[in-house]
Each structure stands twice: as structure tokens, then as C-alpha cells.
């Protein structure tokens, strides 16, 4: 089976994009990649010092205190965990992006709007594929 992106090589080559629009792209990905990985740090110290404060306050807390304490803890992972899959999203515009990849979607091959790159830049799926996926 072929891949979406080599059916669309030849019939889109006239809608390329220029070196300065795609370098544009790459500035902001890389911007915004910057962005990602300074919260996902941060976050990760927070965890860190957090979870260090409440080894030493732990002392007389009850069943109460130990679940809220350790709800709080996988929430606070749970949102590292999430910057890190948007870390991940980013790094893999980036890749498509330097392969020629970027704003074609990954399942049928078409050209993902502008709007929705706009709006969610690592978008690899048109909104129509999206839909699909969500649908399942």
C-alpha cells in the first residue's frame, strides 16, 4: 500500500511551499517546542520538590490525608505526562516538516487546511480524517 505522502508528490509539486514559509513554520515549531520543554521542566521540579515535602510531612496523616495526597500527585503527573505527548507532537511536526511531510494528512494524503494548522500546528490528520478517528 502507498503511503498518502507518495501519492500527493506528484500531483501537488506547483503547491510547495517556499523556503521562507517553511522556515517560518520551523521557527515557530521550534519556538513553541522551547516553550514545551521549559513547562515540562518545570513541572518535573515542582513533582520533585512536592514530592519531597511530603515525605517529611507525612508523619500522623490519616487514610484521608495519604488519598489526597496521592490523588494530588497523579494529577500532577498526569499534566507532566500531557507535556510530554504535546513535546512529542511538536518534535514530529518538526520531523515532517524537514521531510516534506508537514501540513498533509497522514491517512488520506490531502492538504490539511491552513486554519487548522493555525490552530494546532503538529496536526497530522485533516479535519475530516479527525473526525473519523474520533468517531471509533
Known amino acids: 500500500m502507498a503511503k ?3 501519492t500527493r508528490s506528484a500531483s501537488t509539486a506547483g503547491q510547495a511551499r517556499s523556503a521562507a514559509e517553511t522556515e517560518e513554520i520551523r521557527v515557530a515549531l521550534v519556538t513553541r517546542l522551547t516553550e514545551l ?4 521542566d518545570h513541572a518535573l521540579s515542582e513533582i520533585t520538590e512536592l514530592s519531597r ?3 517529611a510531612d507525612s508523619a500522623g496523616d490519616d487514610q484521608a490525608d495519604t488519598g489526597t495526597k496521592t490523588f494530588e500527585r497523579e494529577q ?7 507535556l510530554l505527548e504535546r513535546i ?3 518534535e514530529r511536526a518538526i520531523d515532517r516538516l524537514g521531510a516534506g511531510n508537514y ?3 497522514e491517512r488520506c494524503g490531502n492538504q490539511i487546511p491552513v486554519e487548522r494548522l493555525a ?3 503538529s496536526a497530522t490528520l485533516c479535519v475530516s480524517c479527525k473526525q473519523l478517528e474520533e468517531r471509533r
Open 76 to 82: 500532577e503527573i498526569t499534566l507532566a505526562n500531557n
Open 103 to 105: 501540513g498533509w494528512c
Open 88 to 90: 512529542t507532537q511538536v
Open 53 to 55: 515535602e511530603r515525605l
Open 4 to 6: 498518502a505522502t507518495d
Open 119 to 121: 490552530a494546532f500546528p
Open 37 to 40: 520543554q521549559a513547562e515540562y
